[in-house]
């Protein structure tokens, strides 16, 4: 059973709001990641951290930003909320003894008006 | 750099019939291989996995991958499809080394017909 949480699940704000997605995970995992997926459609990485301290981009391009300051925490942050960050994201960890599973949480679901 | 391409964006079955789901795979190494399945409005579960050794791979709610090297395939079957199988799958790929975030596939949605 994975234990990995995020918050809010779900979220409605207005354009230019600033949003922060929380991710937390209490399996010890070094590793963690954000997925961007719009409905059926296909998952794409836009941050990954392999520990504290470690931040880097993911393969589409994202006008959000995260910090590793805590192992077991990895928020997302929007500064300046677009409709076009409507989406689903879904945060995920992954680390030593988890046999290279990666565990996602429920997802966040983003609408911005 | 790897990829996953997964064949059919839209599969359907009748109920009590065989499942396929198709994935095939580019990777400069030996890849790591998954299946993740999603329900509507929730996170991915992982369906099986292989890493390494037997390229049979067993995972939850019947579902079964070969990996096939020569084929760069991991297909996902199941014997008999249940209504409650009707979902989203990912094939997804890293490198074998475990440090390499997941690539996924487009997905394919499986509905299954009563």
């Known amino acids: 059973e994975a234990d990995i949480y995020q918050t809010p699940r779900y979220l409605v704000i207005g354009t230019g709001k600033k949003i922060t997605l929380e991710c937390s995970q209490t399996m010890g995992h070094d590793k963690m990641y954000w997925y961007q997926q719009d409905p059926g459609m296909e998952l794409h990485l836009i941050h990954y951290?392999?520990?504290?301290?470690?931040?880097e981009k993911g393969d589409l391009s994202s006008e959000s930003t995260v910090s590793r300051i805590r192992t077991e925490h990895f928020p997302l942050t929007l500064e300046s909320a677009r409709p076009s960050h409507t989406s689903q994201y879904l945060c995920?960890?992954?680390?030593?003894?988890?046999?290279?599973?990666?565990?996602f949480g429920e997802g966040s679901w983003l609408t911005v008006v | 750099a790897q990829s996953v391409t997964q064949l059919g964006s839209h599969v359907s079955v009748s109920e009590g019939a065989l499942v396929l789901l198709r994935c095939n795979y580019s990777?400069?190494?030996?890849?790591?291989l998954f299946w993740y399945v999603q329900y509507p409005n929730q996170g991915l579960q992982l369906l099986l996995k292989y890493t390494t050794g037997a390229t049979l791979v067993k995972g939850i709610n019947g579902f079964e991958a070969e990996f096939k090297k020569s084929e760069t395939s991991f297909h996902l079957t199941k014997p008999s499809a249940h209504m409650s199988d009707a979902a989203e799958y990912f094939c997804?790929?890293?490198?074998?080394?475990?440090?390499?975030?997941?690539?996924f596939g487009k997905g394919t949605r499986l509905s299954v017909i009563a």
């Open positions: 995920a960890s992954r680390g030593l003894g988890s046999g290279n599973t990666i565990y």
């Open positions: 997804a790929v890293s490198l074998n080394s475990g440090n390499t975030p997941l690539v």
């Open positions: 990777s400069s190494v030996p890849p790591y």
């Open positions: 951290s392999y520990g504290v301290n470690s931040t």
